[in-house]
C-alpha cells in the first residue's frame, strides 16, 4: 500500500547584502548587514538599510534583502522559495563601483521527489566598474540563469548537461595567460564528493571584459594593487540522502544553492575577504 502520509516542506531561506573580515588598515569583522532569515514554516520578510560607511572602505546608498516561502499555487503543486538581495550605489576604496548588484534565487520544490528546479531571474549587474572603467560581464547564453533540472531525482553535481557547461567554464578559465594554481584548483569542474554530501563551486558567469591594467579569468578579475575580484559565485550543495535500491542511486533530499554577486579578496591597499549580494536557499521535505 502506497504511503498516504501527506508531505510537508520546511523552508530556508537568508540574505545578507554584506559580510566579511578586513586585516587591514582597519582589522575587524564585518557583521552581517541587511541581514533577514525566512521561518521554516515560510511567509514573507524583508529588510532595507539606510546608507552605510565602513570608513573610506565601503559602503552603499541603499540595500535590502527579500525571502519569501510559500505553497506553488500552480497545478503541479510543490513549494516555491525566494531570496532577493539588492546593493545600490556601491562604492570599494573607489576602486570597484556599482550602480546596482542584485543577485536572487528561485526554487521550486517538487510536490513529488526532492530535487528542486531553480533559476535566477533578476540577477544581474549595473555599471560595474573598476577605477572608472566599464565591465562588461557575460553571463550563460540561457539566460536568466536556467539551469535544467536533473531527471529521475538525480543532483545537479552529476548532471551531465550541468557538468558538460561547467567544463566549458574551467577550460576557458584554464586558457586564460597567466592563471594561477590555486584559482584552477578551486574552480574545478568536478565535485566534492564525501559519505554526507556533495558540492559543486562555480559561477554564473562565464566571462568579463575588463580593463587593460586588470588580468580576467573566466569570471575572476584580477587588479593589481588591490586583490581579485569573483563575480557571481554559485555554491551548490546536495546532503541528507536515503539510498533507492530501485534506482540504485541515492536521493539527496536537501539541495542548497549559495550565490555570491561579488566576493573580493583584498591584499595590497586593504586586505581582507569581503562578501557582497549573498542569498542562500534550502528546503527540506517529508517524508
Known amino acids: 500500500m502506497a504511503d498516504s502520509t501527506p508531505r510537508t516542506h520546511k523552508y530556508h531561506?537568508?540574505?545578507?547584502?554584506?559580510?566579511?573580515?578586513?586585516?587591514?588598515?582597519?582589522?575587524?569583522?564585518?557583521?552581517?548587514?541587511?541581514?533577514?532569515k525566512?521561518?521554516?514554516?515560510?511567509?514573507?520578510?524583508?529588510?532595507?538599510?539606510?546608507?552605510?560607511?565602513?570608513?573610506?572602505?565601503?559602503?552603499?546608498?541603499?540595500?535590502?534583502t527579500q525571502v519569501a516561502g510559500n505553497p506553488n499555487p500552480k497545478p503541479e503543486g510543490g513549494w516555491t522559495t525566494l531570496v532577493t538581495s539588492v546593493i545600490e550605489g556601491l562604492n570599494v576604496l573607489e576602486v570597484v563601483t556599482a550602480d546596482r548588484v542584485i543577485g536572487q534565487i528561485v526554487t521550486l520544490h517538487p510536490a513529488e521527489g526532492y530535487i528542486p528546479h531553480v533559476h535566477f531571474l533578476g540577477t544581474r549587474f549595473e555599471n560595474l566598474r573598476i577605477a572608472g572603467h566599464p565591465v562588461t560581464v557575460h553571463v550563460h547564453p540561457k539566460h536568466p540563469y536556467c539551469f535544467e533540472k536533473p531527471e529521475n531525482d538525480?543532483?545537479?553535481?552529476?548532471?551531465?548537461?550541468?557538468?558538460?557547461?561547467?567544463?566549458?567554464?574551467?577550460?576557458?578559465?584554464?586558457?586564460s595567460a597567466g592563471i594561477t594554481d590555486a584559482l584552477l584548483k578551486r574552480y574545478s569542474h568536478l565535485p566534492a564528493t564525501s559519505e554526507k554530501e556533495e558540492a559543486i563551486e562555480c559561477s554564473l558567469v562565464d566571462k568579463v571584459e575588463c580593463p587593460s591594467f586588470c588580468r580576467c579569468f573566466g569570471h575572476v578579475i584580477d587588479v593589481p594593487d588591490f586583490g581579485k575580484i569573483h563575480l557571481g559565485l554559485l555554491k551548490i550543495k546536495h546532503s541528507n540522502y536515503d539510498y533507492d535500491a530501485e534506482k540504485k542511486q541515492k536521493v539527496w533530499k536537501n539541495t542548497e544553492f549559495d550565490l555570491t554577486m561579488i566576493e573580493l579578496?583584498?591584499?595590497?591597499?586593504?586586505?581582507?575577504?569581503?562578501?557582497?549580494?549573498?542569498?542562500v536557499i534550502?528546503?527540506?521535505t517529508q517524508p
Open 154 to 175: 538525480g543532483p545537479y553535481t552529476r548532471h551531465t548537461g550541468f557538468l558538460d557547461r561547467l567544463k566549458n567554464q574551467f577550460e576557458l578559465m584554464r586558457g
Open 13 to 36: 531561506s537568508e540574505g545578507t547584502v554584506l559580510k566579511g573580515d578586513l586585516y587591514h588598515p582597519l582589522v575587524q569583522p564585518i557583521k552581517p548587514q541587511t541581514n533577514v
Open 282 to 284: 534550502g528546503g527540506t
Open 265 to 279: 579578496e583584498m591584499g595590497c591597499v586593504a586586505g581582507g575577504v569581503t562578501a557582497l549580494g549573498n542569498g
Open 38 to 64: 525566512l521561518a521554516e514554516h515560510g511567509g514573507y520578510l524583508s529588510e532595507h538599510a539606510e546608507p552605510y560607511r565602513l570608513e573610506g572602505v565601503i559602503s552603499f546608498q541603499k540595500a535590502y
